[in-house]
């Protein structure tokens, strides 16, 4: 494949992520990306995904094959063997800062291989065209493989229904997903990584100017 298909390739992926609806960013990483395999990570990412779902829809998860909206994405770092996954999702809570620690909660408890609360990154979104291209980044050495069909949704239907998850039943699953101390601390991280973001901000900003 020639440098401008792979251009192009790109870009047609960026513009098809930039008309979907989605407000959280987020990276999921392993204790040790470099000795996890992929048949593991892939196993991992699956169920965590699995659960995630049933944690917004229940049973209808499995019996209307409801699931979140999510587009997720394959890196493998600057040397090619630290590997890690990149996700966009829209949130179906309205409070998007509660969903991201829900989501490095359930990440961190999930296993004994998966990362710290402190070490993934998840959170709003503050522009949709910067990680759009972050996400994809990686195009020009993985090519479509950088996109992960088997755990990614590409059907907005759920995002239409939201409202209709939104019960007793749901915050009551949502509540048992991770005890109040790991949400507490999942909030620390966020408040972590929001700080980090914003001096990155500051500092570009003073660069330009």
């Not at 470099?34 to 699956?46: C, E, M, N, Q, Y």
């Amino acid at each position: 494949m020639t440098y401008e298909q792979r251009k192009q390739e790109r870009q047609a992926l960026i513009d098809h992520l930039l008309a979907q609806d989605w407000n959280v960013f987020g990276t999921l990483k392993f204790v040790n990306g470099r000795t996890i395999g992929r048949d593991s990570a892939d196993k991992l990412l699956r169920s965590y995904w699995n659960k995630i779902d049933r944690l917004m829809f229940g049973k209808a998860a499995e019996r209307q094959n409801m699931r979140l909206p999510r587009w997720c994405f394959a890196h493998e770092g600057s040397d090619s063997e630290n590997f890690h996954v990149h996700f966009a999702l829209q949130a179906p809570i309205l409070d998007v800062d509660h969903m991201c620690c829900v989501l490095n909660a359930v990440w961190a408890q999930h296993h004994a291989q998966t990362a710290s609360l402190a070490k993934n990154w998840i959170m709003p979104v503050q522009d949709r065209a910067a990680v759009a291209s972050y996400v994809t980044h990686e195009y020009w050495r993985l090519g479509s493989h950088t996109f992960l069909d088997a755990i990614s949704w590409d059907d907005q239907k759920a995002v239409n229904v939201f409202k209709e998850y939104h019960h007793l039943k749901q915050a009551n699953r949502l509540s048992r997903a991770a005890s109040p101390l790991w949400l507490k601390q999942a909030h620390q991280a966020l408040d972590h990584q929001k700080a980090a973001y914003q001096a990155q901000t500051d500092s570009q900003m003073m660069e330009r100017g």
